[in-house]
């Protein structure tokens, strides 16, 4: 690997060299699993916007003196979030919940309710969630399916941060589409789905838009014949003896 970048357009399942050459030129960029378009901070502090198939241009943020510490964007036409290393964070592209902050490609700078620094941002088709160093996790923006886990029937818009009415501590946060997940140490919840139990230490949890999944380490032990049978089999044409497993939560 020498550093070089590239994009790959999903649709035309092709590969372009991206508009930057070599990563060592880049300080930060990010996207959303909703977002066509990705947000990039170049070593000089200039802060682009990149879709496929089209050029990247300067948003024209008024702090390139500052360093991005997360990028994270919705759905495209709807918000776009830059936040800093020193834990202000801004809105760009209005839209849903976040109306009120003013006009469309807008880059305004968003009043928080707390002072606790932000450990990261995750974004869905219309909503963002921020997870704190303390364990709480906020969020805001649509909340047509309880994305914004508040409780049932609150489906308009949520206007300002509000805290999450799930028990935690947590220890991370993933948005898809509609739904925000939530993980403990000992579990991972997501919308209304009964909690999961997990091994912190020996499983990885991965959402996408529509579905979601977890990657354990270990396989779980087979009790029936026929599943004896058919790990015996699968071990014969394997050359690596520990097997791994997924879990697939579809939302």
Same mark, same amino acid.
């Given at each position: 690997?020498? @550093?070089? /970048? ?14 930057? +050459?070599?990563?060592?030129?880049? #300080?930060? =960029?990010? +996207? @959303?699993?909703?977002? &066509?378009?990705?947000? %990039? ?8 916007? *990149?879709?496929?198939?089209?050029? $990247? ?5 008024? /702090?390139?003196?500052?360093? %991005? *510490? ?8 709807? $918000? ?14 209005? @839209? ?14 968003? *009043?928080? !309710? ?12 219309? #909503?963002?969630? /921020?997870? /704190? ?17 508040? +409780? ?5 818009? %949520? ?13 991370? =946060? ?7 997940? =939530? ?13 999961? $139990? ?12 529509? #579905?979601?999944?977890?990657?354990? *380490? &270990?396989?779980?032990? $087979?009790? !029936? ?16 003896? &520990?097997?791994?497993?997924? !879990?697939?939560?579809?939302?």
């Amino acid at each position: 690997m020498d @550093g070089s /970048l590239f994009e790959f357009d999903t649709q035309a399942l092709k590969m372009n060299k991206f508009f930057i +050459s070599h990563s060592s030129l880049i #300080h930060c =960029v990010g +996207s @959303g699993i909703m977002s &066509t378009c990705w947000l %990039v901070q170049t070593i000089d502090g200039t802060i682009y916007e *990149k879709e496929v198939d089209t050029e $990247a241009f300067d948003i024209g943020f008024p /702090l390139p003196d500052y360093q %991005v *510490k997360q990028f994270s964007c919705c759905s495209n036409g709807t $918000a776009q979030f830059i936040l800093l290393k020193n834990n202000r964070l801004f809105i760009r592209n209005i @839209g849903f919940g976040f109306m009120n902050e003013g006009n469309a490609y807008q880059t305004k700078e968003l *009043k928080l !309710s707390f002072t606790c620094e932000i450990k990261k941002i995750d974004t869905g088709f219309a #909503h963002i969630a /921020l997870l /704190l160093e303390d364990g709480q996790i906020f969020c805001r923006g649509l909340n047509s399916s309880n994305q914004c886990g508040l +409780s049932v029937g609150a489906s308009g818009p %949520v206007k300002e941060f509000q805290r999450i009415q799930i028990e935690g501590p947590f220890k991370d =946060v993933y948005c898809t589409s509609v739904s925000t997940g =939530v993980k403990t140490d000992t579990h991972f919840c997501i919308a209304q789905i009964p909690q999961e $139990a997990i091994n912190d230490e020996q499983e990885i949890i991965v959402c996408g838009p529509w #579905h979601g999944y977890i990657y354990r *380490k &270990t396989f779980t032990v $087979a009790k !029936s014949p026929e599943e004896i049978f058919f790990f015996s089999l699968l071990r014969r044409q394997l050359s690596n003896s &520990t097997f791994y497993d997924l !879990s697939f939560i579809t939302f």
